[in-house]
């Protein structure tokens, strides 16, 4: 089981704004990465640290933490923007080990 | 720019050991900051972390597959590679190598290989 929960699937009409979250013990010490995934493409980094852009990503997308919850925000969703999310971060013990999250289907409608 | 490739066999037998190697170019294994990683992804479901190797040898692997997982640097050649051992079918899997990245701004997956399908499978 993943230490890091994610809904299975959330939906958001076009031009609209999505939160995608992600619970666990660890993100209250360490900052969560997000990373988007198209069918048959390897992930991409989307978010990272406090609220992190790699050169590239759309400034639509937004990072942010509470407690044990991280949160990707896409601000007027896309229709390329449809895919799966994944976050990830140090496992609960906060040592070198990684983890993932179970991901997030983004529909957008 | 830093890119990764993977290699490898797409079909290994039960009870073989997978052997892949990502091979890294257009900058240097060596360099501080990153840890070299390996992820897999069972088909149609999500991201599994394996382990990852700073250029020193240093490991961190997943609890889960640690009995059976091997990662190994290569610097003189820019590669680095994973041994799994014992292999079954719940190993079928797309397997990514993958920089992780060390900064002052935060830490993450930054860039990725295209993936690699790996089938057991007698």
């Known amino acids: 089981s993943s230490e890091l929960t994610q809904d299975p699937a959330v939906s958001v009409a076009l031009g609209q704004t999505v939160r995608i979250t992600c619970q666990g013990d660890s993100l209250r010490s360490y900052y969560a990465s997000w990373y988007q995934q198209k069918p048959g493409q390897a992930p991409v980094l989307v978010i990272y640290g406090k609220n992190n852009r790699p050169s590239g990503i759309p400034d639509r997308f937004s990072g942010s933490s509470s407690g044990n919850t991280a949160s990707l925000t896409i601000t007027g969703a896309q229709a390329e923007d449809e895919a799966d999310y994944y976050c990830n971060s140090r496992d609960s013990s906060g040592n070198h080990l990684r983890v993932f999250g179970g991901g997030t289907k983004l529909t957008v409608l | ?122």
């Not at chain 2, 190797?53 to 091997?70: A, D, F, M, Q, W």
């Not at chain 2, 935060?106 to 499978?121: E, K």
């Open chain 2, 1 to 122: 720019q830093v890119q990764l490739q993977e290699s490898g066999p797409g079909l290994v037998k039960p009870s073989q050991t997978l052997s892949l190697t990502c091979t890294v170019s257009g900058g240097s294994i060596s360099s501080g900051g990153y840890y070299w990683s390996w992820i897999r992804q069972h088909p149609g479901k999500g991201l599994e972390w394996i382990g990852y190797i700073y250029y020193s040898g240093s490991t961190y692997y997943n609890p889960s597959l640690k009995s059976r997982v091997t990662i190994s640097v290569d610097t003189s050649k820019n590669q680095f590679s994973l041994k799994l051992s014992s292999v079954t079918a719940a190993d079928t899997a797309v397997y990514y190598c993958a920089r992780h990245s060390y900064g002052p701004l935060g830490d993450a997956f930054d860039i990725w290989g295209q993936g690699t399908m790996v089938t057991v499978s007698s």
